[in-house]
């Protein structure tokens, strides 16, 4: 769904099930990849160590983690670089567009 409302936003979405299927898709696209959109917490590769690994290949990239957990389960063991941006589920589609522009524009 969130996808989905991305696209008709008029975003360039690359989608994947999983932080492994999410890193070899980035790898693969050959395009400039501006913003990941990940869970935190996912079985093998989980969103911390997804956006380190893409943070590695794509320099500039934005953050912004989905997670059902407060801010507060973390600390900065757990979290990218900043900037980044968290997102607590459950949330509005007009959230997560919010969220989307606000990391893009580096806020």
Known sequence: ???GALRKLG??????ANGVEAFEIARQSGETI????????MPGRNGHELAKSLLAEFGN??????SGYGEEAFDETNLAPEPYTLLQKPFKLSDLC???RSALNGH
């Open 1 to 3: 769904i969130a996808c």
């Open 61 to 66: 990239l934005k953050i912004l983690y989905m």
């Open 11 to 16: 975003y360039r979405v690359l989608e994947a």
């Open 34 to 41: 501006d913003l990941l959109i990940t869970d935190l917490i």
């Open 98 to 100: 919010t969220c989307v």
